[in-house]
């Protein structure tokens, strides 16, 4: 039988939900939401790693859960983010771990009334919903191999991997136009 444990608010987790939540959800941290971090290691019965999370059955590296009302009241939390400890822990890259926090808080959406106002539960905490993932890629190899193009998985990994790289291309001439902004040197200064 399989041993499965979790760590409540591990310190490297929180301080990156804390930073993406800064950096990236202003929103967020303006409606101060709680975010419970959870860390999962789940060992097989000869104490070797196993994946502990998964979505929809399948390995995942994180979940993002939004908590009801009842579970808001016992736990003083309003959603959770768990990672697969083993994942995490081979990842040892703040920038990967950064990148996989953020979209996780990418799925809390604050729910807003008619006039954009932010909507509070019976216990006065921003009311959330959950944003799907904006692409998902499922699919077969073997119908690709006896589609080929035609196959809706390959349309679909062609469709995702053009829209990838117009987002890197913009996200690499921001970063380059914030460098040579940061670089040049007022003329002030000079004199």
């Known amino acids: 039988m ?3 444990s979790y760590t409540k608010d591990p310190k490297d987790v929180v301080q990156l939900v ?6 990236y959800h202003p929103d967020l ?6 975010v419970c ?13 196993e994946q502990a999370v998964k979505l929809h059955g399948h390995p995942a590296n ?19 983010i768990l990672v697969d400890g083993h994942t995490w822990d081979r990842n040892a890259s703040d920038a990967w771990r950064l990148a996989l926090i953020d979209h996780e808080l990418t799925h809390f959406q604050l729910s807003l ?3 954009g106002e932010q909507k509070i539960d019976d216990i006065g905490r921003p009311k959330l919903h959950m ?14 191999r006896r589609h080929g193009e035609f196959a809706g998985e390959a349309k679909a990994v062609r469709e995702v991997h ?5 987002c890197l291309k913009t996200a690499l001439e921001q970063k380059v136009k914030a460098s040579q902004k940061h670089s040049q040197v007022p003329e002030e200064a000079v004199a």
């Open 162 to 166: 053009t829209l990838i790289a117009e």
């Open 113 to 115: 009334n008619k006039e």
């Open 37 to 49: 971090a959870l860390k999962a290691y789940k060992f097989d019965p000869d104490d070797q790693p």
């Open 29 to 34: 941290e303006e409606a101060g939401l709680k």
């Open 2 to 4: 399989s041993k499965l």
């Open 131 to 144: 944003r799907p993932d904006d692409f998902m890629l499922t699919g077969f190899f073997e119908v690709v």
């Open 18 to 23: 804390d930073t993406a939540v800064t950096l």
């Open 62 to 80: 994180a979940v993002a859960k939004n908590y009801d009302l009842k579970r808001r009241l016992q736990t003083g939390y309003d959603c959770e």
